[in-house]
């Protein structure tokens, strides 16, 4: 017969326990242990990418690290289930700003999926070739050959999608995955494009490859960043023309969108159509895209420099004589031009009340692209140096007419005399660095 369990019930009982634990006469209880938390790979990846979903990377880090070691020990050779670990740290560098570790990341990646077979939801698929594209330290032909390994594997998938849809033509889920499919080909196929224009220009064979890319990348879906980079090869082909039909097609493709339709360009893409709008003579068209972006994120240093800009181009200011919507002429993006066509400093031009309106929210908007360049540490010097230059431009036409009256209709500029000085304060210190330079030129007898 087992021994009778002791009353738990006596307050002396219980102060003579206590007495002794006080006095050390009998060893403390052992304190009540809480649950440990499973050390579950698929639940510390799920917590680091909330993390990074809510901008909070250099915290998933060290937990994305745990689950790699859970997934892939030290004592053991790795298999693609470490894949899932290796795909969100590499996305993870990448957001820490470490290039060369989320390369390093996505090579281990494909090691294991050396041919992107192994499923996405498994953390296979083609993401980490077209990030080692565009890592890829030496660039051109070796990023040109990531990106071949991209599509080649994109245009297996597509091809498996639709004979899929062959027998289950109504299948919607199948239907969005295909497009989103197609979608990653043309970007992949601009992607070349891109590297044939700058890295490989000067290779014999450049213009025939974009041309052929671009017509894969057409095929495959015409959407608007796939137009945007048609536009641009057309420039560079000096084709104005048929560069500005593309341009205006890529912009009603999403343009009478409401905010947050999917098919509206991200925030880079519409940036970078901007400029091709400029580079066209859309201006018009250009200060309706930047408008649009600086209403969604007012704290782009590069969409109120180009605002400003464009609105001192649509003044006829900066652009060289003959270029406008209606024809050829210059590049109107040359920088230069305020240099070249600017305002001496003995002679103010004579300008039209609308011209003189856009000049003022000309500088109205350079002046809040300076003082976010200064808040945020911007490290594009050149776009500081003009931006500057334009200001100064601009002083010397408009004097001190107020700074508020030349808004575009609807815009309403909070003004602070503070912020006013220290752009002003900015234009001069760059002048004078200028100043300083070719007076040591002149005085080196350069």
């Known amino acids: 017969m087992g021994k009778s369990r002791p009353s738990n019930h006596s307050k002396g009982n219980r102060r003579d326990k206590e007495r002794s634990i006080l006095n050390g006469t009998q060893p403390p209880p052992s304190k009540t242990r809480k649950p440990q938390v499973a050390l579950d790979p698929a639940a510390l990846l799920a917590q680091a990418t909330a993390l990074v979903q809510t901008g909070q990377p250099d915290a998933a880090l060290p937990i994305a690290q745990r689950a790699l070691a859970l997934l892939q020990p030290a004592s053991s050779d790795p298999t693609h289930l470490s894949l899932p670990a290796l795909s969100l740290l590499g996305e993870i560098f990448l957001e820490l700003g470490d290039p060369a570790s989320a390369a390093t990341t996505f090579l281990q990646a494909v090691s294991l999926d050396p041919d992107g077979r192994v499923p996405e939801n498994e ?25 071949e390994k991209g599509t080649e594997i994109l245009e297996r998938d597509i091809a498996d999608l639709e004979a899929q849809m062959v027998t289950k033509p109504k299948e919607e889920e199948t239907k969005v ?13 601009c992607g070349m494009v891109e590297v044939w224009m ?3 220009s000067l290779c014999p064979a450049a213009e025939t490859a974009c041309t052929a890319l671009i017509s894969r990348a057409l095929a495959a879906s015409p959407n608007a960043p796939t137009l945007q980079t048609q536009a641009s090869l057309l420039l560079s082909q000096c084709d104005l023309h048929e560069a500005r039909a593309v341009l205006s097609r890529s912009l009603s493709l999403w343009q009478d969108l409401p905010p ?15 400029r091709l709008l400029m580079e066209a003579g859309m201006d018009d068209h250009a200060m309706g895209v930047l408008e649009r972006l600086v209403a969604e994120e007012d704290g782009s240093v590069e969409a109120w420099y180009l605002g400003g800009w464009c609105a001192s181009l649509m003044a006829g200011f900066g652009r060289p004589s003959g270029e406008s919507e209606a024809g050829d002429g210059e590049d109107p993006m040359d920088e230069s031009a305020w240099a070249k066509d600017g305002i001496k400093d003995d002679e103010v031009p004579k300008i039209s009340k609308e011209s003189n309106a856009l000049l003022i929210t000309s500088r109205e908007w350079l002046k809040n692209s300076l003082r976010l360049f ?4 911007y490290e594009d010097d050149r776009l500081r140096d003009h931006a500057v230059e334009i200001v100064k431009q601009l002083n010397a036409i408009l004097g001190d007419v107020g700074d508020d009256e030349g808004a575009l209709e609807g815009e309403e500029w909070e003004e602070d005399s503070d912020d ?3 752009v002003d304060s900015e234009v001069e210190d760059v002048e004078a ?8 030129l002149e005085m080196n007898g350069t």
Do not use: N, Y
């Open 260 to 274: 947050e339709h999917p098919d509206i360009p991200d925030f880079p893409t519409r940036i970078s159509l901007s």
């Open 123 to 147: 953390g296979g698929g083609v993401e980490k070739f077209l990030w080692l594209a565009q890592l890829c330290e030496e660039g051109g032909e070796e990023s040109i050959r990531w990106f």
């Open 433 to 440: 660095r200028k100043s300083g330079q070719h007076g040591d």
């Open 374 to 377: 200064e808040m945020q540490a």
């Open 177 to 189: 995955l295909l497009e989103e499919k197609k979608r990653k080909l043309a970007a992949a196929l």
């Open 198 to 200: 700058t890295d490989l």
């Open 420 to 422: 006013d000085d220290e």
